[in-house]
């Protein structure tokens, strides 16, 4: 059974494909460095890290500390659910920007 965020892998994964990015996935369990983003990608000389989340997921601090390290290096971070794909879409066609960034393309926020 493939799980929501699994899905929303896959998708972030096919629109880097039809882009011609370079991406990988990191391997963590206990043998790589905890909190990364789920993919890494290069795309128009620039650095992405890409945190997918099922519809009502959120980083915890861990990854949210290493999404800010990205950005503050100059790299793109991005947090993406599934309500988020068309906006990624989108943002693979614009020109990227040149300092870091967050965007954070989580549709589905949780109210307090």
């Known amino acids: 059974m ?3 965020e699994k899905k929303v892998k896959d998708k972030v994964k096919k629109i880097l494909g039809e882009h011609d990015a370079y991406y990988f ?8 460095k905890s909190g990364v983003p789920d993919i890494v990608a290069c795309y128009k000389g620039k650095f992405l890290g890409i945190e ?7 980083p ?4 949210e500390k290493n999404l800010a390290e990205i950005m503050n290096r100059g790299g793109i971070a991005v947090l993406v ?5 068309e906006a990624f879409k989108v943002l693979l066609d614009a020109e990227l920007p040149k300092a870091g960034i967050l965007f954070d393309l989580l549709t589905t926020k949780e109210s307090k």
Not at 60 to 63: E, G, I, K, P, S
Not at 81 to 85: P, W
């Open 52 to 58: 997918c989340k099922a519809n009502g997921g959120k």
């Open 60 to 63: 915890t601090a861990l990854q």
């Open 25 to 32: 996935m990191p391997a963590t369990g206990g043998f790589g």
């Open 2 to 4: 493939t799980t929501p």
């Open 81 to 85: 659910d599934e309500g988020g794909i």
